[in-house]
């Protein structure tokens, strides 16, 4: 870890997001974002793996719903009043 911060201004961010966002991500470091002097935000970069983490807490506290009903193609293009494309299998 650095002894000095990164400070970027808020118009710097705008122009350059990618490459901020990126020196952030490679630094391991967070960085403080300015807007017209007066520190507005910090950017902290995420541990490597947390998406997963994430996601699986998320889903532990939000478990998806099991479908009352699965339906066959064939039933959803009936209730859509639809007929389905033609087999290119199937010569006819």
Do not use: C, W
């Given at each position: 870890m650095s002894d000095t911060a990164k400070v970027f201004t808020l118009r710097a961010l705008s122009?350059?997001?990618?490459?901020?966002?990126?020196?952030?991500?490679?630094?391991?470091?967070?960085?403080?974002?300015?807007?017209?002097?007066?520190?507005?935000?910090?950017?902290?970069?995420?541990?490597?793996?947390?998406?997963?983490?994430?996601?699986?807490?998320?889903?532990?506290?939000?478990?998806?719903?099991?479908?009352?009903?699965?339906?066959?193609?064939?039933?959803?293009?009936?209730?859509?009043?639809?007929?389905?494309?033609?087999?290119?299998?199937?010569?006819?």
């Amino acid at each position: 870890m650095s002894d000095t911060a990164k400070v970027f201004t808020l118009r710097a961010l705008s122009q350059d997001t990618a490459g901020i966002m990126r020196d952030i991500y490679e630094s391991g470091e967070p960085a403080f974002i300015t807007h017209r002097g007066p520190f507005v935000a910090l950017i902290v970069p995420l541990p490597a793996g947390i998406e997963s983490q994430l996601l699986a807490s998320y889903l532990e506290e939000n478990p998806i719903p099991e479908p009352e009903k699965l339906f066959s193609t064939e039933e959803v293009l009936a209730s859509l009043n639809m007929n389905p494309p033609p087999d290119p299998d199937k010569k006819g």
